[in-house]
């Protein structure tokens, strides 16, 4: 059974770069049958897909926020990074992490607040 | 489009059948998996493919597809099963996900 964890910064500044890093447990981040994404949720709002990198390497982004999204793998930690440049408040959210065929598996999430 | 609306609430009698809808064009090419998430939890997958529910996932939960719209059905539905439910699937172009709207589900 996987087990993924979020860890990184609660808080952001404004223009700053939020960097999120998502532990997978219970398996290989190498699995070739799976992909790793991230998930965001504002408050009160829905689920909006952040991007995935799949095992071959290939990174698929949200159009909407492709400009300012890096998603990287570090296979000999069994872990996988998401960067978002120049956030604004309209980057707070909870952030999730998830893996799978589907999205199977998810991390607990974690919020992220953007603020001075 | 690459946009999944879904009903924003609905409501059902405890023990009763609800279904909720799922629309898009891409759901023509891609099959829809669902998510439910209670407050303050991370979601988790019910139903995802034709109709496959994961393991521990009740036999109450069935999906279903025709069409641009995909279905979740829950027949007898529990309070536990209270939640928002969100269906997530490709864009066109296959390489983009794509979440929906998502539904509160209140059971009575």
């Known amino acids: 059974q996987l087990q993924l964890q979020e860890s990184g910064p609660g808080l952001v500044k404004p223009s700053e770069t939020l960097s999120l890093t998502c532990t997978v447990s219970g398996g290989s981040i190498s699995s070739s049958s799976y992909y790793w994404g991230w998930i965001r949720q504002p408050p009160g709002k829905g689920l909006e897909w952040i991007g995935s990198?799949?095992?071959?390497?290939?990174?698929y982004y949200n159009p909407s926020l492709k400009s300012r999204v890096t998603i990287s793998v570090d296979t000999s930690k069994n872990q996988f990074s998401l960067k978002l440049s120049s956030v604004t408040a309209a980057d707070t959210a909870v952030y999730y992490c998830?893996?799978?065929?589907?999205?199977?598996?998810w991390g607990q999430g974690t919020l992220v607040t953007v603020s001075s | 489009s690459s946009e999944l609306t879904q009903d924003p609430a609905v409501s059902v009698a405890l023990g009763q059948t609800v279904r909720i809808t799922c629309q898009g064009d891409?759901?023509?090419?891609?099959?829809a998996s669902w998510y439910q998430q209670k407050p303050g939890q991370a979601p988790v997958l019910v139903i995802y493919g034709k109709n496959n529910r994961p393991s521990g996932i009740p036999d109450r939960f069935s999906g279903s597809s025709s069409g641009n719209t995909a279905s979740l059905t829950i027949t007898g539905a529990q309070a536990e099963d209270e939640a928002d439910y969100y269906c997530n699937s490709r864009d066109s172009s296959g390489n983009h996900h794509v979440f929906g709207t998502g539904t509160k589900v209140t059971v009575l």
């Open positions: 990198i799949y095992y071959s390497g290939s990174t």
């Open positions: 891409s759901l023509r090419s891609y099959y």
């Open positions: 998830a893996c799978g065929r589907v999205f199977d598996y």
